[in-house]
């Protein structure tokens, strides 16, 4: 038993003394986040110089999510049925020499371009439930992001937090960069394929 007092409190100093010593914050992107009991809930909001559809494209690109989001080693579609998908993901959530590996089957609801719910089938958590809406602002999208879950393990509730605002956050920016990566990328091929058709 005192080992165990003993490992949770250098796990707690570990996790503060990591998150206070992060430098770098995107203050722009909004995260909330409550340990209520055994529920956590993260609430984001984030505006996107992008349009709903272009922001949809990203969000909903399961199989290279791998691909622009570092704490994710694997992301495929498990199946396809109308509008629901059953999509895999494992990685690894690293904040400093802290890392918890993770991993989930999930049940996606999709309703273009509004709305994306999340329910998890099986996983290293006991529970997770999230929603994603998108909400066109002239030109811009804001994006409104929701997730109530139960972990497997005990997180240090003010440490904990940190940490968990810390990796919703960073995970939100790397989204954010594919969105515009991939808006630029389109906007300077448009061009060339309009010279190519000899349209000036």
């Given amino acids: 038993?005192?080992?165990?007092?003993?490992?949770?409190?250098?796990?707690?100093?570990?996790?503060?003394?990591?998150a206070l010593a992060d430098p770098r914050q995107d203050r722009d992107i909004e995260v909330k986040v409550k340990i209520a009991g055994e529920n956590v809930i993260v609430d984001l909001i984030l505006v996107v110089p992008a349009t709903?559809?272009?922001?949809?494209?990203?969000?909903?690109?399961f199989?290279?999510?791998?691909?622009f989001v570092s704490n994710l080693k694997e992301s495929k579609?498990?199946?396809?049925?109308?509008?629901?998908?059953?999509?895999?993901?494992?990685?690894?959530?690293?904040?400093?020499?802290?890392?918890?590996?993770?991993e989930s089957t999930r049940e996606i609801r999709l309703t273009p371009f509004d709305k994306i719910q999340s329910r998890?089938?099986?996983?290293?958590?006991?529970?997770?439930?999230?929603?994603?809406?998108?909400?066109?602002?002239?030109?811009?999208?804001?994006?409104?992001?929701?997730t109530d879950t139960i972990q497997e393990v005990?997180?240090?509730?003010?440490?904990?937090?940190?940490f968990i605002e810390h990796e919703i956050r960073e995970q939100f920016h790397?989204?954010?960069?594919?969105?515009?990566?991939?808006?630029?990328?389109?906007?300077?091929?448009?061009?060339a394929r309009s010279a190519a058709r000899g349209i000036w």
Wanted: a positive charge.
């Fill in 63 to 67: 199989e290279h999510m791998a691909s």
């Fill in 154 to 162: 005990w997180i240090p509730p003010v440490a904990g937090k940190l």
């Fill in 120 to 146: 998890m089938i099986s996983g290293n958590m006991r529970k997770m439930e999230g929603t994603t809406q998108l909400v066109d602002e002239g030109g811009q999208t804001r994006i409104i992001y929701h």
């Fill in 77 to 102: 579609v498990v199946s396809v049925s109308e509008d629901t998908l059953k999509i895999f993901q494992r990685g690894s959530a690293m904040y400093g020499p802290i890392s918890f590996p993770f």
């Fill in 1 to 18: 038993m005192k080992k165990t007092s003993l490992l949770l409190l250098v796990w707690s100093a570990l996790f503060m003394v990591t």
């Fill in 174 to 191: 790397e989204i954010r960069n594919e969105i515009i990566k991939r808006k630029r990328a389109l906007a300077s091929s448009i061009p």
């Fill in 52 to 61: 709903r559809q272009e922001v949809w494209a990203v969000l909903t690109d």
